[in-house]
């Protein structure tokens, strides 16, 4: 991302990597607002994880493909060009493929712990 510009701005494909080893990948922060409620990102992840939601989150798969269980409900699948809206407050589990990538706005009250 270029600090100097109005407009925050990366390819998803090009950009720096930084590496995210508790989600099995690596992440790429395009913007983080100045109260930490809202955050743009691409992440790169793998793996089976559990967790309550602590944020809103907004999925756009750019790669792979990921099921997707929220406690009480049908699993569903995502895939290249999907995407869904998930609930701060969702018991959900996430189980990516190996090459697994998505682009992601976070949204949250409170300051996102990230």
Known sequence: ????VTVPR?????T???????????EAILYKSEDGRRLAGSFRESGRHTMKMPFDEF??????STRITVEGEDP???GVGDCC??????EVTFEHSE???DVTVLISDQPIEY
Not at 21 to 26: K, M, R, T, V, W
């Open 85 to 90: 809206y998930l609930k701060e407050g969702m």
């Open 99 to 101: 090459d697994f990538h």
């Open 10 to 14: 990366f390819n998803v494909h090009t």
């Open 59 to 64: 999925i756009y798969v750019v790669a792979g």
């Open 16 to 26: 720096d990597w930084t590496p995210l080893p508790e989600l099995g990948g690596h």
């Open 76 to 78: 569903f699948d995502l």
């Open 1 to 4: 991302m270029s600090e100097n």
